[in-house]
Every structure is written in C-alpha cells, then in structure tokens.
C-alpha cells in the first residue's frame, strides 16, 4: 500500500514509543523528514505527499539502527546547536543543550569588544567558535583540536553557516604548550574532555559504543586538560582578556580552584540552562 510522509511517521512513532525511545515524537520526526527528504518544521502538510516503498524501507533502517542505540544525530548526520545546524559523525561529540549557555556568555563577551578574537580550544564540530563568529560579525575565531576528523567537521560546518573567512581552524594537543604564531587573543573558551575514569566506566551505551572516547576523557579526575590549559594557553590572552570552561557536574569548584591558583581575577560559576552548575569564567589578570 502506498503510504504518505505522514503514515511513515505514526508507523516509526508507533516503534519507537514501544521500543522505549525517550522522545518517540521528536525522533520519529527527524528519521522521517530526513529518509523522506521532507521538511521537519512543515509536518502539516506530510499527510498530502506520498512516498515511494524503497523510502519506506530506509526510513525503517534508520529506526532499527535508533532503536539499537545509535545516536540519532549520527543517524541523520546533523544536529540543532543555539539555532543553528551542525554536521556531525562518529569523529565529534553531538553538540548538547548543556553548552548553549556557555555558547552565550562567549558571545556576550565578544560583543564588548572591537573585532575580538576568539581561541576554541578542543572545538570538535567547531559549534561554540562558529555560532559567535555567526552572531558576532566582525570575530574572527581560532578553532584548535587535535583530530583530523573533527577540524574537517569544524570547516565543512563553517562554509555552511558563511563563517569560512573569520574561522581558521588549526591541528594541535591542547595537553601541549601552543604552537608559535598564534597572536593574543581576547576570549579563549574550551568545552574539553572531562570525564573521569571512574565516569568512563559508566556511560550510556548510547555515548560509549558510538562517541569519540578521545573527547571524553579528561583523565583520572577529570581535570587534566583544565590544568593544561591554565598552564600554558592562558598566556595567549590579552590583558583582562577572558577564560571560559565547560565542566562536568560536579567540577565547577575545581575548576574554579584552578584558575584561581593560576592568577585569574573574577572567577564565576554559572549554572547552564538546567541548572547544573557547569560553567566557569575568570578574567586576565
């Protein structure tokens, strides 16, 4: 029988909801617009457009390999991050909700300042540097990891959201010191690996078996790439220029700690938009 857009949607709810997914409406939603090449944000009109068998079979697949733990947005390829979209495979983490409020606070800041520059430490899919520099119209962004997969996502991300001339992305272990060259810049912000070891044991299959370890962990304590970078990148900030972290959940006075002993005035522990307290800040002494 020949279904529409509509009916391949309530047959993959129907699934989902039984198999346990957590939002059954939203991933049903994003494996039909995606398998069906349908627009997500017009479903009203999905009951009007039929669709061929062969689309009905790999909108199937693609909940089969959902139900089977795979993370939707390796699914389709994509993901929503501070009202943008982002590429995204196997080599970046999934940009999370957790982040937009950091994401935020680097944009405030940026707007303060004339041109600023912004230093993306462990930028995986680039979405922290390239939604300022997409928000901010004259900052240029400096985007740094160490995997080649994920500076590939960060540039294709960046000539798709129009930020390719103010975004240079660069290869380099934040663990290290930073290579020569770099200037100052007036904002570093990092979202690093800081999962502990004991955490590692821990996770979600969903986040396990399919997300990068190498972005993960952060170390026995979670804490290393903290250190590494107060060490040795803070040095890159011009004076009164700002340091901002991500952190795990029960991190923040840690970290806070850190830069402190590293000399950083100002220092503040900001909640995310759950209100877990996962964000730190502190100005250049």
Not at 8 to 27: A, H, I, N, S
Not at 148 to 156: C, P, Y
């Amino acid at each position: 029988m020949t279904k529409t857009i509509n009916d391949v949607y309530m047959q993959l709810f129907r699934r989902l909801k039984e198999g346990g997914d957590p939002m059954p409406q939203l991933t049903a939603r994003e494996i039909t617009a995606y398998a069906c090449k349908a627009d997500k944000k017009q479903t009203a009109g999905w009951s009007h457009f039929y669709v061929e068998d062969t689309t009905v079979d790999y909108a199937g697949l693609l909940c089969d390999r959902c139900l089977d733990g795979e993370p939707l947005a390796y699914i389709i390829g994509e993901w929503d991050f501070y009202g943008l979209t982002f590429k995204v495979d196997r080599s970046v983490l999934i940009p999370r909700s957790d982040t937009e409020r950091l994401c935020e606070l680097v944009i405030e800041q940026a707007k303060e300042r004339v041109s600023p520059r912004i230093l993306d430490l462990c930028c995986g899919s680039g979405c922290i540097g390239i939604a300022a520099a997409h928000t901010v119209e004259d900052a240029r962004v400096t985007a740094i990891d160490l995997s080649d997969g994920a500076l590939h996502i960060t540039r294709e991300n960046a000539r798709d959201l129009g930020v390719s001339s103010r975004l240079l992305t660069m290869k380099a272990d934040v663990m290290h010191a930073p290579p020569r060259g770099l200037g100052q810049f007036d904002i570093i912000v990092s979202n690093p690996p800081y999962v502990t070891e004991d955490e590692m044991q821990m996770l979600d299959r969903s986040v396990a078996d399919f997300e990068p370890h190498e972005a993960l962990y952060g170390g026995e304590d979670g804490l290393d790439f903290y250190h590494a970078i107060c060490d040795s990148w803070g040095e890159l900030l011009v004076p009164n220029g700002r340091l901002l972290f991500e952190c795990g959940w029960h991190q923040a006075d840690d970290v806070a700690g850190i830069m402190q002993r590293h000399g950083y005035k100002d220092v503040t522990i900001t909640e995310d938009y759950s209100g877990v307290p996962r964000i730190v800040y502190g100005t250049n002494a």
